[in-house]
Every structure is written in C-alpha cells, then in structure tokens.
C-alpha cells in the first residue's frame, strides 16, 4: 500500500511539474507576442515602410496609417496598410506630353496636376500643386505574414486582401513607361545594380471594392481599362494557383473605337518561376459572348520564347458575334447568317524576340449547314455541307 501511495504521490508531482512547464512556456510566448506587439507600433512600422520604399521606389509613398496585430491572424502576424498612394513628378515623363492626342482620353489618368503647355486645360480642377502623378493607390492592404518563415529570410503570406485599388499605367515608347519609377529586381544573375528579393510565397488574393486599372500605350494607338467585378487567387500547396475572374475591360483605338467587353476566367496556373516556365490547364474564358477552352506553357528560360498552346471555340453562334461588334465594325451588321462556327488552334515552337516572328500555328475552322445573307440582296445563300477550311502550318512576323 505505501509503495502504491509513494507512486500516485510522484505521478502527481510530475504532473505538476508538467502543467508548471506548460504554464510558463505560455507565458513566455505570451510576453514574447505582446512585446513584439509594442514593438510593431505604428511609428516603427511607418519608418520600416519609408525605407523600403526609398529602396524599391523612385517616386513619393504615402500612406495614413499602417498598423500590425500578432493576435489577428495568429500564429501569423497581420499587417494592415490604409490610405496608401504612389506618386511620381510629372516632369519625369513630361516630355511625352506632346504625343498625347487631346480631348477626353485615359491617357490623363491619374495625372494630379496634368498641366503642359500642349494640354493646358488639363491644370483645371488640379490636387497637387508640386505636380505629381499617380501611378497606383488602395484604400487598404491586408495581408497575413509567417514570422517563422520570415526569420529564414523566407516571405510566406497566408492571405492578402486588397480593398478598393486604382493603378494607371502609361507607356511612351519601347523604353520608357511610369512603371520606370519602380526599381524592380532583374532576371538576369549577373546584373549586380537591382536590389534582390527574398523568395516570396502567397496563398490566396482577393481583390475586393471595385478594382480598376487603366492602361495606355502612344506606340499601339490604345487605352484601355479594365473594370474588376470578382477576382480570387488561391495557391495549393505552392504548386499551383486557381485562378477565377470576372471583369470588363474598356478598349478604344482610333481604327476600332470603342470597346466594352464583360471578361471571364477561370484556370489553374502553374508557375516555376525558378526555371522560369509557365503553363495553364483548363482554362475557360468567355470574352462578350464568345467562349474558349485552352491550355498553354511558356518557356522563358532560354534567348528566344518557346510557346506550346492549345485552343478551342465550340459552336459559335455568329450572328451574336455580328450583333455585338456591330457598332464598331458596321460591315458586320450586313451579314445575314444562322451558322455557327467551331474553331481549332494549336500553336507550338519558338517566338523568336529578335526578328518578332512568332511560333508555328495551325487553325482548323468548320461551318455546319447554315444559310448565308447580305443586307441588300434578296436572294440567300446556303452551306449545305459541311466546309472546313484549314491552315495546317504557317508563321508571321509581327
């Protein structure tokens, strides 16, 4: 009976002896958390983030406040950003101003204080009076970060949330676009001069609040901009990233005018960006009315691009195309036509950058029995077979 006590009174003991063990570990981590809470304070983050961005960015960062909870999102640390703005001066590419057609165009986007002597209407209604221009800009960032990772020089961000963001990207010519103002880091290994980052691992983006980007380009006679209604990226396991999009996009050049086409995607996109290869599967888009199926990898490890796609259009009806880009292609609207076309489009071999000849393609097109009409002439015309044109192989240059 005494031995039996003896060990009850030990197994009780160690079992003390355990909780304290636990106890004080939890309250170590416990003070560890709150001490890098009051460390994490705005002013410290404020600082860090100024630095950084002197590093990565050759223009003005602001931001209204920019906070960091370890408790949040716990075990990883979240770190918010409100208010945020990037600016550049407007004298940077003010050179270009004279290029830039006058009236209404998207080209002045995100100009705070546009005044030139070619646009002077366009200092009306001005913001800034130093005269910046803004390259990209949300109402808030939130964003999950491993600080265990982070501690092997390793960025892995669980979740990223980013609420109402407006970015205006604007290109001049071959050289030269706003984007410049950013010193992102190179591809190549032995360029020295651009800062390197730590390999970074995100989990899953949303964009939320009515995104909306604007691109121009003076070379390509275009503006577009593109309207985002849902966008979800979701990594699996750092293989893979299922991607799922519904957007519009705005396009105007002066050959086409212009263009408003409800955009959707879904996909699963694998990228090795060590190897520097990139490849889709499974992918369905539907553009206006019109919808595809496609799967697709580019190899960019070598001089020239290697570019190996697949892609489908299964029976379009094509009076619905006709109906819809009538308006900015009015010969369309004459054609009289019940039929419905299917398309196959494989594309395999090299796009070689300095000649701009793009790889092999071939397209096999089929148009089923339909009836054939012109506005104009009484008389219909009538496919009654079943035609099939192909173009088994061919190159262009660009």
Avoid at 87 to 115: C, K, M, N, V
Avoid at 289 to 300: C, R
Wanted: aromatic residues 10%.
């Amino acid at each position: 009976m005494e031995e039996s006590e003896q060990k009850q009174v030990s197994k009780r003991r160690k079992g003390r002896w355990w909780k304290v063990l636990l106890w004080s570990v939890l309250g170590l981590w416990a003070i560890l958390l709150v001490g890098i809470q009051i460390v994490l304070n705005s002013r410290v983050l404020t600082s860090i983030a100024n630095r950084y961005a002197s590093e990565y960015i050759e223009g003005n960062v602001e931001f209204s406040d920019i906070k960091a909870s370890v408790f949040k999102s716990f075990p990883n640390l979240n770190v918010s950003i409100e208010g945020f703005v990037l600016t550049y001066p407007h004298e940077r590419f003010a050179s270009f101003d004279s290029l830039i057609p006058p009236g209404d165009s998207l080209h002045f986007s995100g100009w705070q204080f546009p005044s030139s002597p070619c646009h002077p209407e366009r200092s009306e209604g001005s913001v800034r009076s130093e005269g910046s221009d803004t390259l990209a800009s949300f109402s808030r960032l939130s964003a999950s970060v491993n600080y265990m990772e982070a501690l092997k020089k390793k960025i892995r961000i669980p979740h990223v949330v980013l609420e109402h963001p407006r970015i205006f990207l604007h290109r001049y010519d071959s050289l030269s676009g706003n984007w410049n103002v950013l010193r992102l880091p190179s591809s190549d290994p032995e360029d020295t001069s651009s800062i390197k980052l730590p390999p970074i691992s995100i989990g899953r983006v949303s964009l939320e609040k009515n995104p909306f980007t604007v691109y121009t380009s003076i070379p390509d006679d275009l503006e577009g901009a593109v309207s985002l209604d849902h966008l979800s990226v979701k990594n699996h396991r750092e293989q893979h990233y299922d991607v799922d999009l519904d957007t519009r996009l705005h396009l105007r050049t002066s050959a086409t005018g212009t263009l408003d086409l409800p955009f959707k995607l879904q996909t699963r996109f694998f990228p090795d960006l060590e190897k520097r290869i990139y490849s889709v599967k499974g992918l369905k888009a539907s553009v206006a009315m019109i919808e595809m199926a496609a799967d697709g990898l580019v190899d960019m490890s070598g001089e020239n691009i290697f570019i190996k796609a697949d892609a489908t259009i299964d029976d379009q009806p094509v009076s619905e195309v006709t109906g819809y880009f009538g308006d900015n292609f009015p010969i369309l609207k004459k054609l009289k036509t019940d039929a419905r076309v299917s398309l196959d489009a494989h594309c395999n071999g090299y796009y070689i950058a300095q000649t701009k000849e793009l790889p092999q393609m071939s397209v096999h097109l089929s148009v089923p029995d339909s009836k054939v009409g012109w506005e104009g002439i009484d008389e219909e015309g009538r496919m009654d077979r079943r035609p099939m044109w192909e173009l088994p192989s061919f190159r262009a240059r660009g």
